[in-house]
């Protein structure tokens, strides 16, 4: 069964670098969104991506974050200066044609900033 | 609370018996769904109910949705040792962007 994957699956990166996660959605897939969960908090959607534009963030997605499906298969998450608070496991999910879809998540990465 | 909370927050039973967790929400819905996360896992999609169905079953798996009380069950019957797992309410307010808000979770444990 085709699945989600995401890499790396762990990224340790000090305060204030720059950190790029990446994700391969299933491959006909056309919804594609991100989630966090901070060690002991529930998930929480961070952004949804459809048709090469995001279509809703979150107040956590500020400047700081950015999306990008560079090219039709990669789903990246940027995060340019990276913030204590921005600890968490991240999870890519992709849905198929419709945005009620059930969404296939991958296994995330586990970001830590020291 | 807030959006899709689950109750009970941890739940422990033996292999055979029956377990039901319930999500409660506060906003309107488009639909509503179960996920089960295993320990350092993703979150995998089990059932989704729309606002306007009250019932649905998957296998050992039975969701009811009551729109009027904001509330929704998930039924496992028959558990099995490898049902533990945190299982997660997760509602979609609006159903045009697949924005979903996660409750804090029920771990349910199995015991063999």
């Known amino acids: 069964e085709p699945e989600v994957t995401q890499t790396p699956s762990h990224q340790v990166t000090q305060m204030g670098q720059e950190v790029i996660l990446r994700c391969v959605p299933i491959?006909?897939?056309?919804?594609f969104y991100w989630y966090r969960q901070i060690l002991g908090q529930k998930v929480e959607f961070l952004v949804s991506?459809?048709?090469?534009?995001?279509?809703?963030k979150s107040e956590i997605f500020d400047d700081q974050f950015s999306v990008e499906r560079p090219d039709g298969s990669n789903f990246t998450l940027k995060i340019r200066s990276t913030k204590l608070e921005d600890s968490a496991m991240y999870f890519c999910?992709?849905?198929?044609?419709?945005?009620?879809?059930?969404?296939?998540f991958g296994d995330g990465t586990r970001l830590s900033i020291l | 609370s807030q959006q899709g909370e689950e109750d009970p927050q941890a739940l422990s039973i033996q292999e055979g018996e029956n377990a039901t967790m319930n999500c409660s929400y506060k906003?309107?819905?488009?639909?509503l769904q179960w996920y089960r996360q295993n320990s350092g896992r993703g979150l995998v999609h089990l059932i989704l109910?729309?606002?306007?169905?009250r019932e649905k079953h998957s296998g050992r798996l039975r969701v009811t949705l009551d729109t009027s009380k904001k509330s929704s069950s998930l039924l496992i019957t028959a558990s099995r040792a490898a049902d533990t797992a945190s299982y997660f309410c997760?509602?979609?307010?609006?159903?045009?962007?697949?924005?979903?808000?996660f409750g804090q979770g029920t771990t349910l444990q199995v015991k063999p």
């Open positions: 999910a992709s849905g198929p044609w419709g945005a009620e879809q059930p969404q296939h």
């Open positions: 491959s006909n897939h056309l919804y």
């Open positions: 991506f459809y048709n090469n534009e995001i279509s809703e």
């Open positions: 906003t309107s819905i488009n639909n």
């Open positions: 109910i729309r606002s306007n169905e």
């Open positions: 997760a509602t979609d307010p609006r159903g045009n962007t697949g924005k979903l808000i």
